[in-house]
T-cell receptor, first 106, second 114 residues
Framework: KNEVEQSPQNLTAQEGEFITINCSYSVGISALHWLQQHPGGGIVSLFMLSSGKKKHGRLIATINIQEKHSSLHITASHPRDSAVYICAVKRPPLVFGKGTRLSVIA | GAGVSQTPSNKVTEKGKYVELRCDPISGHTALYWYRQSLGQGPEFLIYFQGTGAADDSGLPNDRFFAVRPEGSVSTLKIQRTERGDSAVYLC????????????FGQGTRLTVV
């Protein structure tokens, strides 16, 4: 079993839909990252969380330390949100989930 | 520099050759990480430096892989006797410390072994 599990693996949504990507982990961590990777592109850090909730624009990330679970939400999704979203926990080092491939269709 | 810089951005090499991949972390960042990402997969941990020393090298797949960070800044990942299975994007990240500080990623080096 991977230390970091993400679901779903693939997600297709219509423009404007509310999207949720989930991440569960099984190890003790110092922080959790949500990362975005566009095809052929580098990795961009969206959020780093160690507790509670963070919001940036249309993106919201939450973490429940007791349940070892985090969610990434995208409100009013747009085709430019199409990317792979990766959950990574920091022990350190960073341990990555396999990613969720999101496609938003206009 | 302003961000994590990796060179080269692309490297094509013949099977059996030796390659070096370079990572310039953000100035002042003590923690540096190397990852490998195969097509369609999430990044896999290779090695983590805290300062000049390797704090965790448990992800290095075999003794053909080696990494150094002699002055606690620039790091070089070295791969000997390359194999076609080594083809991947090699990612470097740095953070201010190894704890709960944000990690910043380079654009990666795409290594192709032919």
């Amino acid at each position: 079993k991977n230390e970091v599990e993400q679901s779903p693996q693939n997600l297709t949504a219509q423009e404007g839909e509310f999207i949720t990507i989930n991440c569960s982990y099984s190890v003790g961590i110092s922080a959790l990252h949500w990362l975005q990777q566009h095809p052929g592109g580098g990795i961009v850090s969206l959020f780093m969380l160690s507790s509670g909730k963070k919001k940036h624009g249309r993106l919201i990330a939450t973490i429940n330390i007791q349940e070892k679970h985090s969610s990434l939400h995208i409100t009013a999704s747009h085709p430019r949100d199409s990317a792979v979203y990766i959950c990574a926990v920091k022990r350190p080092p960073l341990v990555f989930g396999k990613g969720t491939r999101l496609s938003v269709i206009a | 520099g302003a961000g994590v810089s990796q060179t080269p951005s692309n490297k094509v090499t013949e099977k059996g050759k030796y390659v070096e991949l370079r990572c310039d972390p953000i100035s002042g960042h003590t923690a540096l990480y190397w990852y490998r990402q195969s097509l369609g997969q999430g990044p896999e941990f290779l090695i983590y430096f805290q300062g000049t020393g390797a704090a965790d090298d448990s992800g290095l797949p075999n003794d053909r892989f080696f990494a150094v960070r002699p002055e606690g800044s620039v790091s070089t990942l070295k791969i000997q006797r390359t194999e076609r299975g080594d083809s991947a994007v090699y990612l470097c990240a740095s953070s201010l410390t190894g704890g709960s500080t944000e990690a910043f990623f380079g654009q990666g080096t795409r290594l192709t072994v032919v």
